[in-house]
């Protein structure tokens, strides 16, 4: 079974969003090389629409929302164990002010 983990992500205090965009792209572009990910995508966040049609959960502001891909939880375990993932995690340090890590199960 897949697993997914969502991440909320917010930028440092004093780092403009261009900076922080050009940051999430070198994350993105690191990705590539972490051995058992699946899959990695990271979206930056546009606007936050005021016309929800259940009430509102104010969580916030944050300024991307990033999603990891594993096949299995043998391969998360290879992830968690990688030292290129160790490294790519050092980098995301130098420009995630803050993140709250979400995980997923499927419906079906």
Known sequence: MMIRVVYLLVRPQGMTQ???AEECQVHYDMSHNVPALHKYEVRLVADEP?????PFLDI???DAVAE???ESSEKY???LASDIRKEWFEHG????GQLKPIYTRELH
């Open 93 to 96: 340090k130098t420009f995630i």
């Open 77 to 79: 375990e290879e992830y």
């Open 68 to 70: 990891c891909w594993f």
């Open 18 to 20: 261009a900076k922080f």
């Open 50 to 54: 005021s016309d929800t049609h259940v």
């Open 60 to 62: 916030g502001p944050f």
